[in-house]
């Protein structure tokens, strides 16, 4: 690849897939192992590192119903195990993959278990429950799935490029919003959309996730993060439905993290993983931080 190309936008990336006529994967791949000094494979190997930490971070939340240190997040993936094994979920047995795995995960990395955080820890579960469950349900071979991966990396790259991917900077927004629209962009693909398809699943999950604020209870991890990961995977699921029956955002992908970036400087920062405002500060969450402090 020509050390030259410099991809810092959407709009970069496409011309450069355009122009070469490779995948998002192959010039997130080519790049990476560039700028690493490593061969594809390596970087390849060192992906399915992260993919296998993801699906082994699910098998260990999947077993487990031990409760953080705060005693209010640990068992809700449990709880939705026990719930489907008596009602079979609405939308079917990939909605219950997706929504329990995006659980489990997330309560790991509570209980300090080993995760991937993509982009953050605080949204691990987003990009894991959407790939893997889908994957497992589609029968997608592993190759396919280090590919998505890739792709979902080369998303979250780009857009940290305009915006820092943390609550403190830009608000729930900038992690879970974004893990949501990297997870619509992996779908895409595995689903066999065009880039064009994929880059419009991405504006169209980031978009729709604009001002989402950073408000944690007791300042931890927990409340409303925990829950926020499947709600948020399922938001991915229904960007990349939407993308792949040619549904066009109608600002570009660009354009809505020029956006993303904009929200966020205009954001409060009581809002912004400082816990002094929103959730944070209802009577309840007020209750249950005095509680905490008193452990």
């Not at 992908?253 to 929200?263: C, K, P, W, Y």
Request: with cysteine; charged share 20%.
């Amino acid at each position: 690849m020509n050390q030259k190309t410099n991809i810092s936008t959407f709009e970069d990336l496409y011309n450069e897939c355009e122009n070469s006529s490779k995948t998002i994967w192959q010039i997130a791949q080519e790049k990476e192992a560039e700028n690493e000094e490593i061969s594809i494979e390596e970087f390849r190997q060192n992906v399915k590192k992260s993919l296998d930490a993801m699906k082994e971070a699910i098998k260990k939340g999947l077993s487990s119903n031990e409760m953080s240190i705060s005693g209010m997040c640990g068992d809700d993936c449990s709880k939705l195990q026990a719930s489907y094994s008596n009602k079979k979920a609405l939308f079917g047995k990939t909605f219950e993959k997706i929504t329990c795995y995006a659980l489990a995960t997330i309560e790991e990395n509570l209980r300090m278990g080993r995760i991937v955080a993509c982009p953050t820890a605080g949204s691990c579960a987003i990009v894991p429950s959407v790939l893997i469950g889908v994957s497992e349900d589609l029968n997608i071979p592993e190759n396919e799935q280090i590919n998505a991966l890739i792709t979902a990396g080369e998303i979250g790259r780009i857009i940290s490029n305009k915006v820092a991917l943390a609550g403190a900077v830009a608000g729930c927004q900038a992690e879970c919003g974004v893990a949501s629209a990297m997870s619509a962009g992996a779908l895409a693909q595995l689903r066999g959309g065009a880039v064009e398809i994929i880059l419009n699943a991405v504006a169209l999950a980031m978009k729709n996730l604009l001002g989402l604020t950073c408000d944690p209870v007791c300042g931890l991890v927990e409340v409303p993060c925990v829950k926020r990961n499947p709600f948020l995977a399922i938001h991915a699921v229904t960007a990349s439905e939407l993308a792949l029956a040619n549904i066009k955002s109608k600002i570009p992908v660009d354009e809505v993290i020029d956006a993303l970036e904009q929200t966020g400087n205009l954001m409060s920062p009581m809002l912004k993983e400082s816990s002094q405002a929103g959730l944070a500060k209802t009577k309840t969450a007020i209750k249950l931080e005095k509680e905490f402090l008193l452990k």
